[in-house]
């Protein structure tokens, strides 16, 4: 599967919550449209078919979102 760019993924998380913050579900029909075409771009490019499964998906996919080990290995 292609991933998205991390950058690409960023974009549309952030215009989502953007969105979402500005309740464009209760706004003009050109509002609601964008909304669900970031949804949808979000579900392609994460390749999931809901939308909180596509931020969760984004969002571990950006850089700094995943915990690093760095306990030391004795042998």
Do not use: C, K, T
């Given at each position: 599967m292609?991933?998205?760019?991390p950058v690409?993924?960023?974009?549309l998380v952030e215009r989502h919550e953007a969105l979402t913050v500005l309740n464009a579900q209760r706004g003009t029909d050109e509002a609601k449209q964008e909304l669900d075409d970031v949804a949808y771009m979000l579900c392609v490019a994460t390749g999931t078919s809901d939308i909180d499964a596509a931020r969760v998906a984004a969002t571990y996919r950006l850089p700094g979102a995943r915990v690093h080990d760095d306990s030391v290995l004795t042998c």
């Open positions: 292609l991933l998205a760019h690409i993924l960023r974009n």
